[in-house]
Nanobody
Framework: QVQLVESGGGLVQSGGSLRLSCAAS????????????MAWYRQAPGKQRELVAR???????NYADSVKGRFTISRDNAKNTVYLQMNSLKPEDTAVYYC?????????WGQGTQVTVSS
C-alpha cells in the first residue's frame, strides 16, 4: 500500500528554521523518480489548504509567493523522500503541513505534521 509519512514538524521561534521530510513507501524507486510529482501543502486554523511548494519528477520547482525565497523543496529519489527546508519562519507559517504525491491517475496524502512558529 502506498503511504506518505511526514516528519520534522515542531515548535520554533520566529526567524528560526525547520526541515520537513516526507517518506514515500509502497512505490517503486523508478516509479517515484520518473513519474511522481511531489508537493507540500499547509492548512492553518480557519483557512483553506494551500499549496506551499511543488517539485516535478524532472526537478522543476515552484512556490507560493508567501514562502518564495525562504522555503526550498527538494527530493532524494534514492530514498523516495521529499524535503521542505523552511528558513526565516514567521508566525503566519503556523499550520499543519501535508505531503502530497501525484502519480499516474492517483493522488496520495500524508497525515500531516504540525509546525508552530511563535512570535
Amino acid at each position: 500500500q502506498v503511504q506518505l509519512v511526514e516528519s520534522g514538524g515542531g515548535l520554533v521561534q520566529s526567524g528560526g528554521s525547520l526541515r520537513l521530510s516526507c517518506a514515500a513507501s509502497g512505490i517503486g524507486f523508478n516509479t517515484f523518480r520518473v513519474v511522481f510529482h511531489m508537493a507540500w501543502y499547509r492548512q492553518a486554523p480557519g483557512k483553506q489548504r494551500e499549496l506551499v511548494a511543488r517539485i516535478t519528477s524532472g526537478g522543476d520547482t515552484n512556490y507560493a509567493d508567501s514562502v518564495k525565497g525562504r522555503f526550498t523543496i527538494s527530493r532524494d529519489n534514492a530514498k523516495n523522500t521529499v524535503y521542505l527546508q523552511m528558513n526565516s519562519l514567521k508566525p503566519e507559517d503556523t499550520a499543519v503541513y501535508y505531503c502530497n504525491g501525484n502519480g499516474p491517475a492517483k493522488e496520495y496524502w500524508g497525515q500531516g505534521t504540525q509546525v508552530t512558529v511563535s512570535s
